[in-house]
């Protein structure tokens, strides 16, 4: 009977408060083992030191990769973290039917290296031959969001224009579906075999494609609804203009920048009610829109000769960007990346491209007073600008010369691509650029490394991917020298490949 002795009693409660004390600390160091652990830090064995490691993160596409470092297998697959000492490591990752990835990297105390991007391509890839053209396709585009491809069939309609939309969320299925579509009638004005079809844009609908049509005598713009192609848009016609060049308000076909040349004049035209504003910018060289408020633009206006300004409209104010050589080119754009804004302006005179962050609170700063260029990226006689699709690269071209900035890592790149290019490079996704060599696809990460030959291909630009990436879809020459093929490239390889195409 303990329980009813008083002392007994008590010496148990303080046993018991003891115990639980004990297994509080046990649980408290432990959680604090295990952060620490989580955040890379560990113990010198020799010193008894605690210090503190750097952090790998990996992952791929295909997922399920073998993790190698400085050619040592770590026992784990993407994704995964690892902890490592400071030190120069090479990093490869392989799997099964893939070609291997590798990049060197230095890793710092209290520092974390991020490769989640890497993609394997396969060593053999699995094709499949979707429809034979009698000739090579003079115009094909694909929508914002990968679904649909647009190849033009000049075999179906003399006419007007006829279109193969492919369906490309369809593709492991065993017939992709295909559907045949056309511009309307009366809709193209003077359209002849020696017509050209070009993409100014999509919209972000992914149903309507702003295209210039350029025909003997002239060109137009034509808004195109491929889901409703009777409800398609003679630009032109509908305004009573002839414009030089028309862009999308915000990514969408209710409104529309004017750009005329010959006033060098820059309006706002409304669809709906078929109305032309009076200008709001004048003395415009060329002209880009980001969103619904802002526009960055060229003009020679209050310039000496030889030179002009790269400026910003903000909704009604003008700011001054920088002032450089006229050219035949100019290379502006815009972009934001984790909240910021990010311009780049330039031209095909200049010895350099500037990218500026958040230029306007630099402008409107009156301490500051002025945009002060984050980087200048060095790519004489440049002809293309753009972001890459998630916007944390910015790439400048020049031929066969590159200049590219990290804007998350705050790095920048420039190297030669050594194999001849038919075109320029364009991005693939957020971290890979793509294009055509010697008739076949190059692919390369944003630095000019893991270079891989994909196919064989008559695109300038490779190819198109479908949304998940899996599939590759190019036009190839046929075997009887004339007639080109639109292919399936599967991305994927072994267990990956849908049972379809296993």
């Given at each position: 009977m303990d329980f009813?002795?008083?002392?007994?009693?008590?010496?148990?409660?303080?046993?018991?408060?003891i115990g639980y004390v004990l297994v509080a600390i046990v649980i408290g160091l432990a959680t604090v083992i295990i952060v620490y652990g989580a955040n890379g830090y560990g113990i010198n064995t020799k010193t008894g030191q605690i210090?503190?490691?750097?952090?790998?993160f990996t992952d791929s596409k295909p997922g399920g990769a073998e993790i190698y470092l400085n050619n040592h297998d770590q026992n784990a697959k993407t994704a995964s973290r690892l902890i490592l000492n400071s030190g120069n490591y090479n990093l490869t990752l392989k799997k099964t039917g893939y070609h291997d990835w590798s990049r060197n990297f230095t890793l710092s105390e209290q520092s974390i290296a991020r490769y989640v991007y890497p993609f394997l391509f396969p060593l053999k890839p699995v094709t499949n031959s979707l429809k034979t053209y009698d000739n090579l396709p003079s115009f094909t585009?694909?929508?914002?969001?990968?679904?649909?491809?647009l190849v033009q069939n000049t075999a179906t309609s003399t006419k007007t224009v006829a279109f193969d939309e492919y369906d490309t969320s369809t593709l492991?299925?065993?017939?992709?579906?295909?559907?045949?579509?056309?511009?309307p009638v009366g809709i193209l004005s003077n359209y002849s075999v020696d017509s050209k079809l070009s993409e100014i844009e999509w919209s972000t609908d992914n149903q309507h494609l702003l295209l210039k049509h350029d025909f003997s005598g002239g060109n137009e713009f034509i808004i195109f609804d491929r889901a409703h192609p009777e409800q398609s848009i003679n630009?032109?016609?509908?305004?009573?203009?002839?414009?030089?060049?028309?862009?999308?308000?915000?990514?969408?076909?209710?409104q529309l920048y004017i750009f005329n040349q010959t006033d060098a004049t820059l309006q706002l035209a409304d669809v709906g009610a078929k109305t032309l504003a009076q200008p709001f910018?004048?003395?415009?060289l060329a002209f880009k829109p980001y969103g619904k408020d802002l526009v960055t633009y060229v003009t020679?206006?209050?310039?000496?000769?030889g030179k002009v300004e790269a400026r910003v409209w903000s909704n009604g104010p003008s700011y001054k960007l920088n002032e450089f050589e006229a050219g035949n080119t100019y290379l502006i754009d815009a972009a934001e990346f984790q909240g910021h804004f990010y311009y780049a302006d330039g031209s095909d005179k200049t010895d350099r491209i500037n990218v500026y962050k958040d230029p306007l609170s630099d402008i409107k700063d009156p301490t500051i007073g002025k945009a002060l260029p984050t980087i200048s990226l060095r790519d004489p006689g440049a002809t293309k600008l753009k972001f890459s699709e998630n916007t944390r690269f910015i790439g400048v071209e020049s031929g066969q010369n590159l200049a590219i900035y990290d804007i998350e890592g705050q790095t920048s790149y420039s190297y030669t691509v050594s194999e001849p290019l038919s075109g320029n490079l364009d991005w693939m996704d957020g971290h890979r650029l793509i294009g055509q060599t010697n008739g076949n696809i190059l692919v390369m990460d944003y630095d000019g490394i893991n270079k891989q030959s994909i196919g064989t291909t008559a695109l300038s630009n490779g190819g198109f991917f479908d949304r998940n990436y899996n599939n590759l879809l190019t036009l190839v020459p046929a075997s009887d020298g004339t007639s080109?093929?639109?292919k399936d490239i599967d991305m994927r390889a072994g267990t990956d490949l849908p049972k379809a195409k296993q």
């Open positions: 009813l002795d008083p002392k007994k009693r008590r010496a148990y409660h303080i046993q018991l408060i210090v503190q490691n750097g952090l790998l585009s694909q929508s914002p969001d990968r679904r649909w491809l492991d299925q065993t017939s992709p579906t295909i559907t045949s579509i056309e511009i630009v032109n016609i509908l305004l009573g203009i002839t414009p030089t060049q028309v862009s999308l308000h915000d990514k969408k076909t209710d910018l004048k003395h415009v020679d206006s209050g310039e000496p000769a080109f093929a639109l």
